[in-house]
């Protein structure tokens, strides 16, 4: 099968991936990873248990996410100054924090969930316009969307780029089109090959490089206004969890216990251990994770990057 991205009919396997069962494909030309088999359609429940979402869809605990609304703040902000303005489509919205401060901005915001439950709090809290099924079943009108974004969406979707040329066709000309994804070819994917946290497996379908994106993108009439290598949401985690999971500590074990306080207790009280000497690492990981964070970035080898791109 060719690389949906460079074309190229050349692939070779990468490694067999921490899940069992799957490994990862990657182009031998513009470094696109596939995880092999794809999750089929009925398997996807497995993976995405009411509890990924969180309870009434909060995650983690209260210092995290008053970072994560932060982040997305200043997201919103920088979205508004560089797309025309108009309405708006998050593909993948999640808990629908970037939307409801683009609508304070004055933005016409839109939607698009997985399913009910993952659309729950951006419905019922934040009184959100949201649509739930698959994306590409959305019928839309040609050039309807000033903005589109896939933040950390892409990866997820089983055709990301049938995906992308359907926000191509319901973007106006001059609308700009916004995804972040990880990047298989950064610093921190390279070092830990299958033990990089955001490979995500199964749930990632598809591991982009910048390469393989930038391809992509301008085989669809995009031309990439920004690119940033810098994100503090997603890159130091990346590099703390990975040296962990790397050391051999039971799979992200502190993004579990991070993440609720059900997972939290059940996690502790079956690796005492463990919960002791991840908090012995964790100040001295930290502190190289941030400083990893300024060289990845120097680098242009960022673990997670934000592109920009404008219709043409
Ligand atoms: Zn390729």
Redesign the pocket.
Known sequence: MN?P??G?GRSSKAFDSIEPGFRVQQ?S??G?GRTVPALRAEELGKYYPETYYGRENVRFNFVIEWLVRLFRWRRARLLRRLAPPGPVLDVGCGRGFILSYLKALGCEAHGTELSDAAAWHARNVLGLEVSSGDFLSFPRGPGRYNAVIFWHTLEHLPQPFEALALARDILKTGGLLVAAVPNFESDQARLFGRHWFHLDIPRHFTHFSRR?IEALLSRLGFRIVRLDHFSFEQNPYGWLQSFLDALGFDHNFLYDVLKDRGARTRRIRRHPVQALLTLLLLPPLALLSLLLLLWETARRRGGAIEIYAVKQ
């Open positions: 690389c991205c460079c190229s182009c030309d513009c696109l393989a």
